[in-house]
Every structure is written in C-alpha cells, then in structure tokens.
C-alpha cells in the first residue's frame, strides 16, 4: 500500500498564479485534511472533509479551495498565490469514527510563493 | 491560537538517557495523540490516551494525561539517536473530526 500520496513535491509559483496540490489514499479513510507547517507554527488546519463530497474550513482557510469528487482524491487549490502561502503542506486522511483517531501523512508539498 | 503547547521547544540529550516533554490544553478533549516529525519528512502517529486513560505504554513510550490539569506528558526511554525529531501533541476537542497540533519540542539524541 503507498498510503497517502501527495504531488507535486516542490513547487515554485509567481505571486498571483495558481496551483493545486493533489492527494491520493488507498486505504479507503472516510476523513482527508490539508495541514501547512511554518516554521515554530506546528500545524495549522486549512480545509478538512468527513466523507466524500464534503468539506469543511479548519482554521486557516482563506485563500484556498478543496474539493472532495472522489473518495481517495482530496485536492487543495490556490486561486491566486501570495507569498504568505509559502509552506510547507501536508495531507493526512483517517478512519473516521465517532472521534478522531490516528492520522496518516502524505511526505508533504513545499510550495514557494515568489 | 493552538490547543496544545509543547514544553519544552527543544530538547538536547545524550544516548542511553531519558527524554519528556509536555503538551498542554485549553479545552476538553476526546483523546490527545502524540506524533514524530523527522527532518522534512510527514508526521508519523506514536501513541493516542483517551481522556478517560491516565497512562499508557508503548515499547519505549510512556504517555500520561492529567484532565484536571490539561496536560500530558511524553516519556521516551532509554533513547537512541534515530529518536532525533521532532515530537508534537494533537488534541481531538470534544466537538471531534478533526486534530489541532501544538509547535513541537525539538529533541536531539547525542550519540
């Protein structure tokens, strides 16, 4: 099983371009999240969704997009990227159950916004 | 602001010693779960307390969680140089679905 895959790896946009970051899991979790991690920030929560065809904002939403078509795809957008959103991101998905129990992570995306 | 603090922010041990670190909380919780980051890699899942646990073990790992005081601690023992990472605690809040991550405490195992 490769478990939660995430591409690109790096990628280097302009300011005011846009991009979207895939991830992909194969063990057929109900949950998907997109983290980003800043330097001393630990992980700050985008966008998550508890089931296909369902999103929902985490704490830092603004200026991204998700979208959740199909089970094992959760996808992060940005429309129109400001340095801010330099960062590292990660994908994580999970079983899903009354609570939440553990996560598994993609390798993580580094994006850099010039 | 983030649910759970990691005290301290980094730590810097020798081989053979023991390494804690804290986690604390503001509010009530359905379970903590503790994670390792090694250098630009994902983070990999080491041990979840629920909140109606006090302790737990794993391998080398021992977790404990004081509600009253919304704390937790980690407890690696008898650490070894692959232990070098960093260690973060997440809190499922009690309205659930989803993990908020404190910084992470920085731990460097000398060999």
Same mark, same amino acid.
Request: charged share 15%; hydrophobic share 35%; net charge positive.
């Given at each position: 099983n490769a478990g939660v895959t995430q591409t690109p790896k790096?990628?280097? $946009?302009?300011?005011?371009?846009s991009m979207t970051l895939l991830c992909a899991q194969d063990m057929n979790h109900e949950y998907m999240y997109w983290y980003r991690q800043d330097p001393g920030m630990g992980l700050r929560l985008i966008h998550y969704s508890v089931g296909e065809g369902t999103t929902a904002k985490g704490e830092v939403p603004d200026g991204y997009n998700v979208s959740r078509l199909k089970k094992q795809n959760f996808l992060l957008g940005l429309e129109s990227a400001a340095p801010s959103q330099t960062?590292? %991101?990660?994908?994580?998905? /999970?079983?899903?159950?009354?609570?939440?129990?553990? $996560?598994?992570?993609?390798?993580? #995306? &580094?994006?850099?916004?010039? | 602001s983030q649910q759970g603090e990691e005290d301290p922010q980094a730590l810097s041990i020798q081989e053979g010693e023991?390494?804690?670190?804290?986690? #604390?909380?503001?509010? /009530?919780?359905?379970?903590?779960?503790? %994670?390792?980051?090694?250098?630009?890699?994902? $983070?990999?899942?080491?041990?979840?307390?629920r909140s109606n646990e006090r302790e737990k073990h794993s391998g080398r790992l021992r977790v404990t969680l004081d509600t009253s005081k919304k704390s937790s601690s980690l $407890?690696?023992?008898?650490? &070894?140089?692959?232990?070098?990472?960093? %260690?973060?605690?997440?809190?499922?809040?009690?309205?659930?679905?989803?993990?908020?991550?404190?910084?992470?405490t920085r731990v460097l195992v000398k060999p």
């Open positions: 790096f990628r280097v $946009l302009k300011t005011g371009q960062s590292v %991101y990660f994908c994580a998905s /999970s079983y899903g159950t009354s609570d939440t129990g553990e $996560l598994f992570f993609g390798e993580g #995306s &580094r994006l850099t916004v010039l | 023991n390494a804690t670190m804290n986690c #604390s909380y503001k509010t /009530s919780i359905n379970n903590l779960q503790w %994670y390792r980051q090694n250098s630009g890699r994902g $983070l990999v899942h080491l041990i979840l307390i $407890l690696i023992t008898a650490s &070894r140089a692959a232990d070098t990472a960093s %260690y973060f605690c997440a809190t499922d809040k009690a309205a659930g679905n989803k993990l908020t991550f404190g910084g992470g």
